[in-house]
């Protein structure tokens, strides 16, 4: 029994040498460009890795179909070689050494959430391998001064700056009052940095600061506080779970506040697990359906919807959107620097400029991208059923916000 | 900016409040830790988890239509028999081993069951609604969400009918003289082995009633099971063990601390406050015992 398990074993490990060897050839091979990506396929992040990861194989799809890539004449196949992160930043740095190191890629596309990103980017950096990636959005990956990692969305500190602006405006131009409700993870702080920025510029005064715990699941004793003061707008992020206890708190203790702003609604699936109660919240967004940025491969908004759907079975989350644009800005970087040295692709890609489905990208010099704004939507509820409306910026907004909040005695 | 509380007095009546039904539900949760603690001397890491996979059946329940309130019925009982099933398959090999071992084990545990949880239900933030309404007080300025009432109720009935169990019911007797002394009763014929797994059993069921409370009173994750071990863990030791109008305190007033923390440090302070509270308290305790010339066990 014990000979047969040795050389069970034996024969094992020799397959896996030979899937490690030939994976080794990966990179471009034949007529196929091979893209590297560590996505959370299980582990805490695994709903958004799965959105990711449907992302970019929709839009390597809908390139492959549509003729591919074409470099020096030669038209060329997208593939991505996945590994699972297992939500954990420091096997993301190892997947990411892999992929690069035994796995001979090239190219790289991001993980999902800031923390895994900010564990990749030290890596890709270092080997000089270009990474476009979908779902960082931690201003301070922007500040390291890294040459090599590009950032199709928005910043994290613009995610609630539009609410504070919207709260003034409607204020008469005068300054408000903020109160802020932060989980002490990177890409809230950042959040909470835009505000304060925001609050600074607009001269409105912030009477409520709050960091939550990471593993917060109770915000009672903020929401006191505000039903104390009285604030203009509260800001509230917290990922998923932020938002969905802050509505279940807020409808349980009946806190009237003229302004409620918050991230992740869509991730969060407030809309449907909170139905009326999350109704007149506002919500960041780094793209909607019913935006009118067009592109050649995905068509519109509604038409990437569609897709998405008749696909997966489910409406894309903006995670998914972002991930697809991530691909649209590799082929066109690829067909610009007519090479695969990636160098020449990378300062291809530092000179993107170019509208997707998804928005413009183009990139500032720390790889964020300066192009495209956050969108707000409030969710807004006939009957039972509550659905997310753009309200801002006016250019897209599909519906009035509305302003004040009706208080709860009302709804 | 901090001191809100002076400026509102009213805000020292909410917090109190919430303090107290936050800590009845902890003591709940820490009273299951310290029963099996003291009967098996096996520290449960997974304790969160247990009470995780709890709130996900009365989670499950929603999801077909049912309130999620008959959770406090199903769940321990659903949870008795996942606690007798960890009990056959791990715990009963480390359950007269060194304490090093059952909290390795436990902590395996843990992961499994969040792994298991993800699998099962997905990473997605869930909350089960109860749509029970709210209290209002002193001109609607204190509120006090009707669940986070329901689920103190439940939890003092709980703990009640637990006391009863124990008290009067032969399993009962058999378990506590089993925490006295397991060679004592094995001698006179208790089947101790039939006594942990049942100990087991209800601790996870307690973990089951107050899983259920949770998914009424806050939102479920696979992963925010941390929190409710380690404030258990902490009103166990500052409580002590088999303790239970100890442990309903310290439950109680863990929960008015942590609140008042919130209003008077900041609420970035408020975790570190309470186990500051914690080294005082161990440090209080390391000290009295020195100076009657015993020792922290």
């Known amino acids: 029994m014990k000979k047969l398990l040795n050389r069970l074993v034996a024969i094992f490990s020799i397959f896996s040498l030979l899937l490690g060897f030939s994976s080794a050839q990966a990179r471009v091979d034949g007529d196929v460009i091979t893209l590297g990506a560590a996505v959370s396929l299980t582990g805490k992040y695994s709903t958004n890795g799965e959105h990711t990861k449907n992302g970019y194989n929709l839009a390597v799809k809908r390139i492959n179909d549509m003729g591919g890539v074409k470099v020096g004449g030669k038209s060329y196949k997208f593939a991505v070689k996945y590994y699972d992160d297992e939500s954990n930043s420091k096997r993301a740095a190892q997947l990411a050494e892999r992929l690069i190191k035994q796995d001979g890629v090239k190219y790289m596309l991001g993980p999902y959430s800031s923390g895994l990103t900010k564990a990749m980017a030290p890596v890709t950096e270092e080997n000089k391998i270009p990474m476009v990636e979908a779902n960082g959005a931690s201003r301070s990956l922007f500040t390291k001064g890294y040459k090599y990692l590009f950032a199709v969305l928005s910043p994290a500190n613009q995610y609630l700056e539009v609410a504070i602006d919207l709260a003034v405006e409607k204020n008469g131009g005068k300054p408000v009052k903020i109160a802020m409700a932060f989980e002490q993870d990177a890409f809230s702080q950042d959040v909470r940095l835009g505000i304060l920025e925001a609050a600074k510029r607009t001269k409105s ?149 170019m509208q997707t489905f998804y928005g413009n990208v183009k990139f500032g010099s720390g790889g964020q991208n300066t192009a495209k704004p956050m969108v707000l939507f409030q969710v807004r509820c006939t009957g039972d059923k509550c659905e997310n409306k753009v309200v801002a910026p006016t250019k897209w907004a599909s519906a009035k916000l509305v302003h004040p909040i009706p208080s709860w005695s009302k709804r | 900016m901090d001191l809100l509380i002076f400026e509102h007095p009213i805000l020292i009546v909410q917090a109190l409040m919430d303090g107290v039904l936050l800590g009845i539900l902890f003591a709940l949760i820490a009273y299951g830790m310290a029963l099996q603690w003291g009967v098996m001397n096996i520290i449960n890491i997974a304790q969160g988890e247990l009470v995780i996979m709890g709130g996900y059946v009365a989670y499950f329940l929603y999801m077909y239509g049912i309130h999620p309130a008959y959770g406090v019925i199903v769940s321990p009982i659903v949870m008795y028999f996942v606690g007798i099933g960890i009990y056959k398959l791990v715990i009963n090999k480390v359950v007269d081993k060194d304490l090093f071992t059952s909290i390795l084990a436990t902590f395996g545990i843990s992961i499994l069951m969040m792994q298991l949880m993800n699998f099962v239900f997905g990473a997605d933030v869930v909350v089960a609604q109860s749509n029970f309404g709210t209290t209002m007080l002193f001109d609607n300025s204190v509120t006090l969400p009707n669940s986070k009432i329901f689920a103190s109720a439940v939890s003092v009935l709980a703990a009640i009918v637990l006391v009863l169990y124990m008290k009067k019911s032969k399993l009962g007797r058999a378990i506590r003289a089993t925490a006295q002394n397991a060679r004592a009763a094995k001698i006179l014929g208790v089947d101790t082995e039939k006594v942990y797994a049942s100990t087991f059993g209800i601790n996870a069921a307690l973990c089951g009633v107050a899983g259920a409370l949770i998914a009424i009173t806050f939102t479920l994750h696979p992963y925010v099971g941390l929190p409710y071990t380690v404030r258990s863990f902490m009103i166990v030791i500052v409580a002590g063990l088999g303790n239970l109008p100890g442990v309903a305190l310290s439950g109680m007033g863990l929960g008015v601390f942590e609140e008042f923390a919130d209003y008077l440090l900041g609420t970035e302070f408020r975790i570190a406050a309470v186990f500051l509270l914690l080294v005082l308290i161990l440090v209080y305790r390391r000290f009295k015992l020195a100076r009657s010339r015993e020792y922290l066990k």
Request: hydrophobic content about 40%.
């Open chain 1, 205 to 353: 005064k912030i009477v409520i600061d709050d960091k939550l715990p990471k593993e917060l699941n109770d915000m009672a004793a903020t929401l006191a506080k505000v039903k104390a003061v009285k604030p203009d707008v509260l800001v509230v992020s917290g990922h998923s779970k932020g938002a969905l206890t802050a509505i279940r708190q807020i409808s349980e203790m009946k806190v009237d506040v003229k302004m409620l702003a918050m991230t992740h609604c869509d991730a969060s699936k407030l809309a449907k697990q909170h139905g009326k109660k999350a109704e007149y919240a506002l919500c960041a967004s780094q793209w909607h359906k019913s935006l009118s940025y067009k592109d050649n491969y995905f068509g519109s908004g509604l038409k990437y919807d569609k897709d998405f759907t008749a696909a997966y079975k489910y409406a894309p989350p903006y995670q998914a959107a972002e991930s697809s644009a991530a691909l649209l800005v590799y082929k066109d970087a690829f067909e610009r620097a007519n090479s695969f040295d990636t160098k020449k692709v990378r300062d291809a890609l530092a000179k993107t400029d």
